[in-house]
């Protein structure tokens, strides 16, 4: 007599170790570029949801990073 055959638990899906580190990789890429953008490009655009129309003359980001900027010989004027 055969015993009928007891169903496994689903085990959760996790992701293989070339697939996190493609992630993390793909994450860390985005946050890289993100930080470049606010150090060398943002004229107000990041702070736009905080101060609206006053951003342009309210940049923060920009006078923080201004010093760094030139250092780094980039241009910002």
């Known amino acids: 007599m055969a015993t009928p055959a007891v169903p496994q ?3 959760p899906r996790v992701l293989t170790k070339g697939a996190r ?9 985005a946050i890289a570029l993100l930080a470049l953008y ?3 490009l943002d004229q107000g655009a990041l702070l736009s949801p905080v101060f609206g129309e006053l951003s342009p ?3 923060y980001i920009h006078e923080f990073a ?3 900027r030139h250092l ?6």
Do not use: K, Q, S, W
């Open 21 to 29: 580190d493609v992630v993390i990789a793909g994450l860390a890429v």
């Open 38 to 40: 606010a150090i060398f």
């Open 9 to 11: 638990p689903a085990r």
């Open 72 to 77: 780094l010989a980039a241009p910002c004027h």
């Open 57 to 59: 003359t309210m940049n």
């Open 66 to 68: 201004h010093d760094g």
